[in-house]
């Protein structure tokens, strides 16, 4: 898989996409990440990237010819690698919620491009233009797209192949099947009086398994009824099988 950001801030998703799990994946070419510059696309001597908004009001709003420009020049490079046109995800607090299932549909693109906004947000031309969707990361407002571009990068990246060392490890975590995860515990047994769950010392897989799958139910339905909620509409009880007559 290959991702572009488009940012005024290249270095700095660049930097976040260097460190950790992501950034040692990235080193082995488990799939290929490219930051660009919005800023080298302006036609303008003083390489400004924003201006005024129409109608009046507060802040300024980026331009749409440096972020379409800076769109063709990747989509360019992409479908030059014999890639499919990348599929284009404008970051913006109006887009769509962000969710687990989404990033399992964008993990299956050979071609993702993130497009960051700064300021009062970018002319909305560009996005008509542009975007395949816009998604929001969640219902409060950043000062940039860039952390947002990172949060859905990060969690489409996870799931490539070869990325965690666990390949299941992703489906037993929060969000997979709908449910919240069940608690986690690690040394030493003992924790400020605090004992592990004495189920998970005895070894016995099942019994862990159905422990961690009531946890996992109990949790979401008191933590997230709407969760719950859905969880139970997707998985209704099975019916009780009939008695066969002798
Ligand atoms: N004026 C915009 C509004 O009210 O919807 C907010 C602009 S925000 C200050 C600047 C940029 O940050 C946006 O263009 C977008 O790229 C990014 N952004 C802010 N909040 C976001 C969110 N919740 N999810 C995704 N991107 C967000």
Same mark, same amino acid.
């Given at each position: 898989?290959?991702?572009?950001?488009?940012?005024?801030?290249?270095?700095?998703?660049?930097?976040?996409?260097?460190?950790s799990?992501?950034?040692?994946?990235?080193?082995?070419?488990?799939?290929?990440?490219?930051?660009?510059?919005i800023?080298?696309?302006?036609?303008?001597?003083?390489k400004?990237?924003?201006?005024?908004?129409?109608?009046?009001?507060?802040?300024?709003?980026?331009n749409?010819?440096?972020?379409?420009?800076?769109?063709?020049?990747?989509?360019?490079?992409?479908?030059?690698?014999?890639?499919e046109?990348?599929?284009?995800?404008f970051?913006t607090?109006?887009?769509?919620?962000?969710?687990?299932?989404?990033?399992r549909?964008?993990?299956?693109?050979?071609?993702?491009?993130?497009?960051?906004?700064?300021?009062?947000?970018?002319?909305?031309?560009?996005i008509?233009?542009?975007?395949?969707?816009?998604?929001?990361?969640?219902?409060?407002?950043?000062?940039?797209?860039?952390?947002?571009?990172?949060?859905?990068a990060?969690?489409?990246?996870?799931?490539q192949?070869?990325?965690?060392?666990?390949?299941?490890?992703?489906?037993?975590?929060?969000? +997979?099947?709908?449910?919240?995860?069940y608690?986690q515990?690690?040394?030493?047994?003992? +924790?400020?009086?605090?004992?592990?769950p004495?189920?998970?010392?005895?070894?016995?897989?099942?019994?862990?398994q159905? +422990?961690?799958?009531?946890?996992?139910?109990?949790?979401?339905?008191?933590?997230?009824?709407?969760? +719950?909620?859905?969880?139970?509409?997707?998985?209704?009880?099975?019916p009780?099988?009939?008695?066969?007559?002798?």
């Amino acid at each position: 898989m290959r991702i572009d950001i488009a940012t005024l801030f290249p270095q700095l998703c660049d930097s976040v996409m260097s460190e950790s799990i992501i950034g040692r994946a990235r080193k082995k070419e488990l799939f290929e990440l490219h930051c660009h510059q919005i800023r080298d696309y302006t036609l303008n001597k003083q390489k400004q990237v924003d201006d005024y908004p129409y109608g009046g009001g507060c802040g300024m709003v980026m331009n749409a010819q440096p972020i379409y420009d800076c769109c063709q020049e990747i989509i360019r490079q992409v479908t030059e690698q014999g890639l499919e046109r990348p599929h284009i995800v404008f970051m913006t607090a109006a887009g769509q919620p962000y969710s687990e299932e989404k990033a399992r549909q964008l993990a299956q693109k050979s071609a993702l491009l993130l497009v960051c906004g700064h300021y009062e947000g970018m002319d909305e031309r560009v996005i008509e233009e542009l975007a395949d969707e816009e998604i929001s990361i969640g219902d409060y407002v950043l000062t940039g797209g860039e952390l947002a571009a990172l949060v859905v990068a990060d969690s489409v990246l996870r799931l490539q192949p070869g990325v965690l060392s666990d390949p299941e490890g992703y489906q037993e975590e929060s969000h +997979w099947d709908g449910l919240l995860e069940y608690p986690q515990y690690t040394r030493p047994e003992v +924790w400020r009086d605090k004992a592990v769950p004495p189920v998970l010392l005895t070894g016995h897989h099942a019994n862990i398994q159905a +422990w961690r799958s009531e946890q996992a139910k109990e949790r979401t339905r008191l933590r997230r009824p709407d969760l +719950w909620e859905k969880y139970q509409k997707d998985h209704p009880p099975e019916p009780e099988k009939k008695r066969r007559r002798k």
